[in-house]
């Protein structure tokens, strides 16, 4: 069984910045990719940033320039460098798994921007 861990979260002036990362363990017989998604207050679950197995990264438009998906070598951790924050970014980020045919969640962090 794979399972997802993420850390990092907080809370954040705007303008601030938070790391967040995201550690897999269990056996990954076939990753497609790994990513982040966000859920706003009553809102449903988006995606913010994906990186495929073959390292293409994927970007929604609003954090362009300033989020950074990364990974480690081994594909055991990845992590969402967030600079620029605002209040908006506010919400639950999830870590994402596409492998072993199904997807796999983490718990969630929560993200808070205050103004």
């Known amino acids: 069984q794979v399972q997802l861990v993420e850390s990092g979260g907080g809370l954040v002036q705007a303008g601030g910045s938070l790391r967040l990362s995201c550690a897999a363990s269990?056996?990954?017989?076939?990753?497609?990719?790994m990513g982040w998604y966000y859920q706003a207050p009553g809102k449903q679950r988006a995606v913010v940033a994906t990186?495929?197995?073959?390292?293409?990264?994927i970007y929604v438009d609003s954090v362009k320039g300033r989020f950074t998906i990364s990974r480690d070598n081994a594909w055991k951790t990845i992590y969402l460098q967030m600079n620029s924050l605002k209040p908006e970014d506010t919400g639950v980020y999830y870590c994402?798994?596409?492998?072993?045919?199904?997807?796999?969640w983490g718990q969630g962090t929560q993200v808070t921007v205050s103004s």
């Open positions: 990186i495929a197995s073959d390292d293409r990264r």
């Open positions: 994402n798994l596409r492998g072993n045919w199904r997807d796999f």
């Open positions: 269990g056996s990954i017989f076939s990753l497609n990719a």
